[in-house]
């Protein structure tokens, strides 16, 4: 049962910009913790930006300033400015039935239990 539905992916040039959304009207915790994550080819996935039920936001060291996570009822968003060669990735939602004391970014996936079937973010310089 797909729960969480990520759109909004693409190609763009550097400096440019994309807006990703996730479906997450079907996910019972979408008010609890939600991240976006991102996997390039040959890499780990990593963890992007963190939202806790206080709706406190967290951003990797490498994306501050230029990608901004929001939500609203529903959908969770990711707005990506900036763009960079190194943000190729496919980006993955995805969420954990936890309220506060979300994982920082960094953390990696452990306890990430839901997830979208990602979108490709490809930026060309």
């Known amino acids: 049962q797909v729960q969480l539905v990520e759109s909004g992916g693409g190609s763009v040039q550097a400096g440019g910009s994309l807006r990703l959304s996730c479906d997450a009207s079907q996910y019972p915790y979408r008010r609890h913790c939600m991240g976006w994550f991102r996997q390039a080819p040959g890499k780990e996935r990593e963890g992007v930006a963190v939202?806790?039920?206080?709706?406190v936001t967290k951003y990797a060291d490498s994306v501050k300033g230029r990608f901004t996570l929001s939500r609203d009822n529903k959908n969770l968003y990711l707005q990506m400015n900036s763009l960079k060669s190194e943000d190729t990735a496919m980006y993955y939602c995805a969420g954990m039935p936890l309220s506060w004391s979300c994982p920082q970014p960094g953390a990696g996936i452990r306890g990430w239990n839901s997830w979208g079937q990602g979108t490709q973010v490809t930026v060309s310089s």
């Open positions: 939202v806790g039920g206080d709706d």
